[in-house]
């Protein structure tokens, strides 16, 4: 079954502008054992939404993931896994934690609860609502 996800980046280290040029990445150097589960459990095919932290703080486009955990060649030592992504499509408009808090639907949401945590699950009718907000008309199904 597909799982949904939302990934965050520093755009000042790798914005979603890079990922779009790159076509794809290897998500590399998640150094949190909760966040480096999440991303042992990933799937190919797994929808993300990808989200700028520090400075914007706004979800800015969704991706898919394109191959399933393996060990992390940045990984000097320690037992840390990547994952390769690849873009899907911008959000019309990003999508502000601001308004992610505002929203009655999103309250549950591991961002609101879980503010450091880089790789976390989110459910279907939350993925949704998160593209509805952002203007996309395509829901996760």
């Given at each position: 079954m597909k799982q949904f996800w939302l990934l965050k980046q520093e755009p000042s280290a790798y914005s979603w502008t890079n990922f779009v040029a790159d076509g794809k990445t290897q998500w590399t150097g998640v150094r949190?054992?909760?966040?480096?589960?999440?991303?042992?459990?990933?799937?190919?095919g797994?929808?993300?939404?990808?989200?700028?932290?520090?400075?914007?703080?706004?979800?800015?486009?969704?991706a898919k993931v394109i191959r399933e955990a393996y060990?992390?060649?940045?990984?000097?030592?320690g037992d840390w896994s990547a994952v390769d992504?690849?873009?899907?499509?911008?959000?019309?408009?990003?999508?502000?934690?601001?308004?992610?808090?505002?929203?009655?639907?999103?309250?549950?949401m591991a961002l609101l609860r879980l503010s450091r945590l880089s790789v976390q699950p989110v459910t279907s009718a939350q993925f949704d609502e998160i593209l509805r907000m952002g203007g996309s008309h395509n829901p996760s199904r």
């Open positions: 949190n054992y909760t966040a480096r589960n999440n991303l042992r459990t990933m799937r190919k797994d929808a993300v939404l990808f989200y700028h932290s520090v400075t914007d703080k706004s979800v800015i486009g969704t060990p992390d060649p940045t990984a000097t030592e992504l690849a873009p899907d499509k911008p959000l019309a408009h990003p999508v502000a934690l601001d308004a992610i808090k505002r929203n009655p639907r999103l309250k549950e």
